[in-house]
Every structure is written in C-alpha cells, then in structure tokens.
C-alpha cells in the first residue's frame, strides 16, 4: 500500500473558481511534507514545505494545510488560472533511518476557460 | 544561477540497449538524487549520491546504475533496456546530503524522457 495517497486523482474546474487536493499518508514519524507542482513535460517545482509543527503555509493563491493528528494535508488554490493546469504531488519525508521520500502519485488538474 | 540541466531532453532507444542519461546540479550543490517517473507509479526512488558517494539506493535490478564526479555532476545508466523502463527520469539535486530522505530542499530538472521500442 502507498504511503501517500491523494485524491481526487484528477479534476477539472473553471477558471477563477477555488479547489481543494487532499493528501493522505501513513508515514510516522515525519519531518516534513511538501506540495510540489509538476507541469506537462517538466520537472516538479516546490510550492510548500511545512514541518510537523506547522498547520498552514501560504505561497500566492496557493494554501497547504497539514493536520498531524488525523495525517492530512490538502492544497488550496485560490481563483484558478489557466497556467494552474498540473499535477500536484505530495511528498513526506520519514524521520529515522533509511527510510526514504513518500511520494503521492499526484492529482492532476484543468483550468478550462 | 543556473539550475539543475539534463541531458538529453528526450531519446528513443530499442530493447535491449543500453543508455546513459546525464544530471549537471545547480552550483555548489554536492547532492544528487535520480527518480523514475511513470504514469502509473508516478516518482520512484533510484538512488542519491553525495561527494562522489551513493548514499542511498531504491529498488530497481542492477541495470540500472548511476554515478558522481568530483564536480558533483552525476551520471546513470541503464542497461538491457526493456518496454518497461520508458519513463521521464529525473534529476534532483540539493545543498545538503539526505535528500532521498527529505533533508534538504530538492530542486528538479526537466528530466530526460526515455522511449524503449
């Protein structure tokens, strides 16, 4: 079983409304789970980075929520634009040993006009 | 500064040959780490190399291989490739060593989008 599960898998919305991912993971403990945003083609490019103790953090018209009771993250987009059309990947980082990066396999979104 | 350049962008190759793809990490970066993207498995691990030294390894056969330079750029290489192994590669690189295990902030390239016929 994955490690980090993100739903919906994928979505489409309309430019200028607001849409929520959600990230659910398993990996305990943790030190940090990050968003990225990965367009068509390219590389991943980091949005949020929040430690254990943190509940939100903020980049633009993105927010990321993180509760750390219930190992749930979700990502908020603010008044979606066209260049918003990626896949969101979620990524949590373990603690000890060499237990390595959990990756999510992503949820990819389509600002239509 | 520049950031993290692989090359090539894209190659098609056939069953059974082999390839090398290669990762040139932002300045002052000394940590390297290599990821197989696919659809359906989306970011898989496949090593980290630090100074020269792989310090982590995934779960890939023995095809695969990768490797570090003195000037940290770093290399991988498949062997005996198979349908399977057509996927966009990945390279990351960052400050600190641990990457794979989430130490240090990754910055990613553009990857190489690898096409075995």
């Known amino acids: 079983k994955n490690q980090v599960e993100q739903s919906p898998q994928s979505l489409i919305i309309l430019e200028g409304k607001n849409c929520t991912l959600q990230c659910n993971y398993t990996v305990s403990p943790f030190s940090n789970l990050r968003w990225y945003k990965q367009d068509t083609g390219r590389g991943p490019v980091s949005l949020t980075i929040?430690?254990?103790?943190?509940n939100t953090k903020s980049n633009g018209r993105y927010t990321a929520t993180l509760d750390a009771d219930t190992k749930q993250s979700s990502l908020h987009i603010t008044a979606s634009q066209l260049s918003d059309s990626a896949s969101y990947i979620c990524v949590v980082s373990p603690v000890y040993g060499n237990n390595r990066l959990a990756f999510g396999k992503g949820n990819q979104v389509v600002v239509i006009p | 500064k520049a950031g993290v350049t692989q090359t090539p962008r894209y190659l098609i190759k056939t069953r059974g040959q082999q390839v090398t793809l290669s990762c040139s990490p932002i300045s002052g970066h000394r940590s390297v780490s290599w990821y197989q993207q696919t659809p359906g498995q989306g970011l898989q691990f496949l090593f980290e190399y630090f100074s020269e030294t792989q310090r982590n390894k995934g779960n890939f056969p023995g095809r695969f291989s990768g490797r570090q330079f003195s000037n940290s750029r770093s290399e991988m290489n498949v062997s005996t490739l198979e349908l399977g192994d057509s996927a966009l590669y990945l390279c990351?690189?960052?400050?600190?060593?641990?990457?794979?295990?989430?130490?240090?902030?990754?910055?990613f390239g553009e990857g190489s989008r690898l096409t075995v016929l």
């Open positions: 990351a690189s960052s400050e600190r060593p641990g990457t794979s295990v989430g130490t240090g902030e990754l910055f």
């Open positions: 929040m430690t254990f103790s943190e």
